[in-house]
């Protein structure tokens, strides 16, 4: 492909406007790429409006299965009068490209299957097969992923590709979960004047954030891990009350915590529910607690095959690190085979959700030359 239509092609999709929601029109638009290149491609339909897309390269040999995979959604722009370009207009200024979406992750998404396509033009042989796989619902609950690890689609991988943003300079081997919860706190109104006639349920709420609180610290200082550091919590939503004279009967707080493989996400969700079962036999009122999101940690090799393939290409100066987001990896592992995994492209960690996020040019079209070198250094 063109130097300029590879640019368009990030442009296009930068401009369609999938807040959480609506990806399908961006699946659709790679499908017609991926055919106008003699590719042929699947939708997996999650919800209407919202489907995945699959498409597979295979060599003319067998051998092993890589999967490269981007998220389609991208989270809300904000205030869209704060941005110094419009958030969908994709346009380009000093060699960045300016978009909801641009670094996270719309650049990686379309990256890796423009490399697809330029290595099936190429007609250079590699064994095994490609499978693409671009998701919906990454920011919020990694449902893309989640559905197509339950079809089976990610049952026969030996590599998985992600194409977050990273930078050039750093592969990310590790990544921290993700978990949220939901507290919900009953309790009974009364006047204000006589709240001994009530039951508080914000009361009921501080006395699980006091001891979620400690019981969190305990595990922050006790585990470690040398890639991605220690578990972190923090209760970021709080919800309760009717008016200023009133003891509120129903309070929620909604929490994050990001968690490690040294101690991880079913134990801690076992210490929450312990808390609750602990508070409710000291109450009069009543605590009840649901996780609204469980992504695992992914913890792999340093060491392995892609990422050894990916070094090849770029260097093996190029650090493996780790991260404290999570990814679509953290519902992938979920599926039948043990696979190579990392993350490896465009963009600048720091940018997503940020006010006028952007992506350099050239180092998205670099990418996608990097991406079809360790497509051949992986399968080959």
């Not at 991926?34 to 897309?53: M, Q, T």
């Amino acid at each position: 492909m063109k130097k300029e239509e590879k640019i368009k092609a990030l442009q296009d999709i930068v401009r369609i406007k999938s807040v959480n929601d609506k990806e399908e029109e961006v699946a659709k638009y790679i499908q017609k790429l991926f055919k106008d290149h003699g590719i042929e491609s699947e939708l997996v339909e999650y919800a209407p409006g919202r489907s995945n897309l699959v498409a597979i390269l295979e060599g003319r040999q067998a051998g092993k299965t890589l999967a490269i995979s981007g998220h389609m959604d991208v989270v809300s722009a904000g205030d869209e009068s704060e941005w110094t370009y419009p958030p969908f207009s994709g346009e380009i200024v000093d060699g960045k490209l300016y978009g909801r979406g641009s670094t996270d992750m719309k650049g990686g998404t379309i990256g890796l299957a423009i490399a697809m396509i330029e290595l099936k033009e190429s007609g250079q042989d590699f064994k095994g097969k490609i499978k693409y796989m671009a998701t919906v619902g990454e920011e919020i609950g990694t449902v893309g992923a989640k559905f197509l690890t339950q079809k089976g689609y990610a049952d026969d991988l030996d590599g998985l590709l992600i194409g977050e943003p990273s930078g050039p300079s750093m592969i990310v081997s590790t990544h921290k979960g993700s978990m949220s919860y939901k507290v919900t706190s009953v309790g009974k109104s009364s006047h204000s004047s006589m709240p001994e006639e009530g039951i508080n349920a914000i009361n009921q709420l501080n006395q699980f954030i006091t001891k979620a609180n400690a019981r969190m610290q305990e595990i922050t200082d006790q585990y470690e891990n040398e890639k991605t550091g220690r578990t972190t919590h923090a209760i970021t939503l709080i919800q309760g009350g009717t008016q200023i004279n009133s003891i509120p009967e129903k309070a929620v707080l909604e929490g994050n915590i990001r968690s490690i493989a040294e101690y991880p996400n079913d134990k801690i969700e076992a210490d929450l529910y312990q808390i609750i079962d602990e508070i409710n036999q000291e109450i009069e009122g009543h605590l009840s607690i649901e996780l609204t999101q469980n992504n695992f940690p992914v913890d792999k090799d340093d060491q392995s095959d892609l990422v050894k393939a990916i070094q090849s290409v770029v260097g093996s100066d190029v650090p493996v690190s780790g991260i404290g987001p999570t990814t679509d990896g953290a519902q992938f592992i979920f599926g039948k085979s043990d696979f190579d995994f990392a993350i490896y492209g465009p963009g600048e960690p720091t940018l997503p959700h940020q006010v006028n996020e952007f992506i350099k040019v050239e180092e998205y079209l670099d990418f996608i030359d990097i991406y079809q070198k360790v497509y051949l250094a992986y399968l080959n």
